[in-house]
């Protein structure tokens, strides 16, 4: 089995699937990575149980798209949650990764549900990239705005405090004024807590990149425009007194605070106190910025120590190494994550060693015979 150290020790990011269904004219996903590729959820499932017996209290699921987990092997994306969930431990949670709209639409119902589960975070990142059908056509996003807006609509209807973030590209080639200024009422309605905002850049290979670009200075001017509207949105605003279960994973930048997240997923700074590390608890939010608030303990709440052992040193390795943080725990399958390589993926990284040896081994007698000269 292949080693690995968690970048956090209590944090443990899984991969769910590679590859993708979609063919974005901007994007070299599918050229990268090929076709999707889903792991086996038994696979899946295993890691997460080992992770569980290692000390970490939250898992990561992400790929290029986890709403399109499953359509290559008969499964879907709720099937792998609903089996995730019911081995997470009390106090742990899930987070979702990255979802295009258009394979999360055929399961809101049961998206909803999952959403609702209390160790699953009630969040949700889907990418819009425009607010103009336009252009989502000629990116080839395969949905139109409407549909987008039933999505989220659908989520925030059903799954009540439901933290939603998406993505906008500014100055895709075939972007009117007229489609930004769609893209800027969609932004308004919605008024995203987390906003990623990125400037066309034209991947070599792709469709796109073959388009007429728009003035640079166009594309810098509705970048502004669509950042500084953003400035203003300030979802926790007026949040102050309220109650949150938080489960803390990571210290602030500045040193200062532990970093704790709520149900939603949204930032919560807590006191540095280090017995909070990798526990769950209740706070009271004292005072709000921009992204993040800052809780107090409440006096009577309980500190939940929800991972199943202690974590793993930092720089300690999981699995192999690691065998012995868990050698007390029940027998548990490992994951190869070889195994986890689609034939593909196998081909084109030996192909690309190969060559990356021939070249290195030419320029050396290349510098052998200028020496020799």
């Known amino acids: ?124 990142h889907v990418p819009v990239q425009a607010g103009s059908d336009a252009v989502l056509f000629d990116m080839k996003r395969e949905y139109t705005i409407s549909q987008f807006e039933e999505l989220v609509n659908h989520l925030k209807s059903h799954v009540p405090g439901i933290t939603i973030i998406t993505d906008i590209i500014c100055g895709f080639p075939t972007e009117t004024d007229e489609d930004f200024q769609e893209t800027m009422e969609l932004v308004k309605r919605h008024n995203f807590p987390s906003l990623f905002i990125n400037q066309f850049f034209p991947r070599p290979g792709t469709p796109a990149a073959k388009m007429k670009r728009i003035p640079t200075q166009i594309v810098k001017s509705r970048t502004r425009e669509l950042s500084e509207y953003f400035q203003t949105v300030k979802p926790y605003e007026g949040r102050e007194g309220k109650i949150y279960s938080v489960l803390v994973t990571e210290t602030s930048h500045d040193g200062n605070y532990y970093v704790a997240h709520n149900e939603f997923y949204e930032q919560v700074l807590v006191p540095k106190l280090p017995e909070l590390m990798g526990k769950m608890f209740k706070v009271r939010v004292v005072s709000t910025s921009k992204f993040s608030m800052i809780g107090e303990l409440i006096d009577d709440s309980q500190v939940i120590r929800p991972s199943l052992a202690d974590a793993l040193q930092l720089g300690q390795v999981s699995g192999g190494a690691g065998k012995e943080a868990t050698e007390n725990s029940a027998p548990l399958r490992q994951t190869n994550t070889s195994t986890l390589m689609q034939p593909s993926q196998l081909h084109k990284y030996f192909k690309t060693t190969f060559i990356l040896v021939l070249s290195v081994a030419v320029f050396i007698r290349i510098l052998q015979i200028v020496h020799i000269l």
């Not at 008969?74 to 979702?96: A, F, K, T």
Request: aromatic content about 8%; overall charge negative; proline content about 6%.
């Open 1 to 124: 089995d292949l080693p690995k150290i968690r970048r956090n020790p209590l944090v443990e990011i899984i991969a769910i699937n590679t590859g993708c269904l979609n063919q974005c004219t901007y994007c070299k996903t599918k050229h990268a990575r090929g076709e999707l590729g889903s792991y086996p959820p038994e696979e899946i499932v295993a890691r997460a149980v080992q992770s569980f017996q290692e000390g970490v209290c939250e898992i990561w699921l992400t790929s290029e798209d986890t709403g399109a987990y499953g359509r290559d092997i008969g499964s879907s994306l709720p099937e792998l949650l609903w089996q995730l969930v019911e081995v997470i431990p009390e106090g742990c949670r899930l987070r979702l990764g990255m979802t295009n709209p258009p394979y999360i639409m055929d399961h809101l119902d049961e998206m909803a549900k999952i959403l609702n589960h209390d160790r699953v975070y009630s969040f949700l």
